[in-house]
């Protein structure tokens, strides 16, 4: 889907049909350029690959943002394209990894006076966590070793099986519930700026 057809479709159905029909379709632009075959298919594998490392159910896992599409839905990018330099913004909908990284920021947050848990307190507020293995370092690694574990190596299998780029963005939720509404908003927000 080019940005046009995207300003189109938005315009003409909605941020709702944007939602379902761009972002939870099989189709991967990141993929589509880099593989011969169909990109609804390597996507299937890769889904089974994170399913697999991770025991979350393929259907709990989506590939969103540019990397997506071809172009940024963060509003106030312009609908930027997919770069080199981009990264992989992978959500997952697993309320049990969920509560381990809630209870991990927890348990960091305590063990350290002075630490600012602001942005971690944002996003538990709208029912998922953010989290870049390549960022967790120092003291912190102990209170994220289960997750550094699976998803440190997930990631290295998956940059080389896949021709991903550097960094992913993992943005694990609670619900798929969370995951509508903090897109929509965002797709209503951008909306707002075409």
């Known amino acids: 889907m080019t940005t046009a057809e995207f300003i189109a479709a938005l315009k003409e159905h909605g941020p709702k049909h944007v939602y379902h029909n761009c972002l939870l ?3 991967v632009f ?3 350029q880099s593989f011969n075959a169909p990109s609804d298919v390597i996507y299937h594998e ?4 994170v399913s697999t490392a991770l025991n979350i159910a393929a259907p709990n896992i989506a590939i969103v943002g540019s990397a ?3 172009f940024s839905l963060t509003p106030g990018r312009g609908l930027s394209p997919f770069h080199s330099e981009s990264d992989l913004d992978l959500v997952l909908v697993s309320s049990k990894w969920f509560k381990y990284l809630w209870d991990a ?3 960091y947050m305590y063990s350290y006076s002075g630490i600012s848990y602001k942005n971690t307190a944002k996003e538990v507020f709208r029912h998922f966590i953010s989290i870049k293995t390549e960022e967790i370092s120092g003291e912190k690694l102990n209170f994220f070793k ?4 699976v998803a440190d190596a997930l990631r290295k299998d998956l940059q080389i099986e896949f021709k991903l780029p550097s960094e992913i963005n ?3 939720y609670e619900d798929w519930y969370f995951v509508e509404k903090y897109h929509l908003a965002g797709i209503n927000q951008l909306q707002g700026q075409l």
């Not at 890769?46 to 690959?49: A, M």
């Open 170 to 172: 993992y943005r694990i």
């Open 30 to 32: 990141l993929f589509a």
């Open 46 to 49: 890769f889904k089974g690959k």
């Open 25 to 27: 379709s099989n189709d």
């Open 105 to 107: 920021h927890l348990e």
């Open 68 to 70: 997506k599409t071809g």
């Open 146 to 149: 289960d997750w550094i574990e």
